[in-house]
């Protein structure tokens, strides 16, 4: 298994710009969230999910859109980007039975200018 | 919501003391509280965790109490060793609550030969 993925790695935009932060995971994972890594402001959530077609707000979801058509995936959308939204972006999985283990992927790391 | 405050922000330690890193919670309602280690540049990854119904847990090296009547939980890593430096954050979580953990801040546990 290739457990929880990211793409990309690193990103820069332009303040306005809009971009897709996807996250996909392969091990039939109910649960999904999105976080964002601040320095010394920890891990904070922004969107998750309980399954397929059912999305949920988390502490910081202003100006951040998700969706989940398939179990496997959970894209992050930014509609138009600002700096304040420079960060670490972890996407996490987790099961049912077991929901509050969260498998982190790999992290995107957006610079807005 | 739920809050979660952590201690110190940054512990650095000698080879071979003990480290011990304190978070404090606002919700009563919270029963689950692990533990995340975030190595330099890499993903978050769980290390121990702890839920309401046990005072204290021990896994070699790391062990976490837990205090429900004071609302603290804390960290506690004996003997150790260079590789233990990273960051970790502690988080709560409600049970029976869809929404994901409640990070703290974070800790920068430097281990110095």
């Known amino acids: 298994n290739a457990g929880v993925t990211q793409t990309p790695k690193f990103q820069v935009l332009k303040t306005g710009q809009s971009m897709t932060l996807q996250c996909a995971q392969d091990?039939?994972?109910?649960?999904m969230s999105w976080y964002r890594q601040d320095p010394g402001m920890g891990l904070r959530l922004i969107h998750y999910s309980v399954g397929a077609g059912i999305t949920d707000q988390g502490e910081v979801p202003n100006g951040y859109n998700v969706s989940r058509s398939t179990t496997e995936d959970f894209p992050l959308r930014l509609l138009s980007a600002a700096p304040s939204q420079t960060s670490v972006y972890f996407c996490?999985?987790?099961?049912?039975?077991?929901?509050?283990?969260?498998?982190f992927g790999p992290g995107t790391r957006l610079l807005v200018l | 919501g739920e809050n979660v405050e952590q201690h110190p922000s940054t512990l650095s330690v000698q080879e071979g003391d003990s480290a011990v890193i304190k978070c404090t919670y606002s919700d009563s309602a919270s029963n689950y509280f692990p533990w995340y280690k975030q190595e330099l540049g890499k993903r978050p990854q769980l290390i121990i965790d702890i839920r309401s119904n046990v005072g204290e847990k021990k896994d070699q090296r790391i062990a976490v109490t837990l205090n429900k009547t004071a609302k603290h939980f804390s960290l506690h890593i004996t003997e150790t060793q260079p590789e233990d430096s990273a960051v970790y954050f502690c988080?709560?979580?409600?049970?029976?609550?869809?929404?994901?953990?409640?990070f703290g801040s974070g800790t920068q546990l430097t281990v110095l030969p």
């Open positions: 988080a709560a979580k409600a049970g029976g609550s869809a929404r994901q953990l409640t």
């Open positions: 996490a999985s987790s099961y049912e039975g077991h929901r509050e283990t969260q498998y």
């Open positions: 091990m039939n994972h109910e649960y």
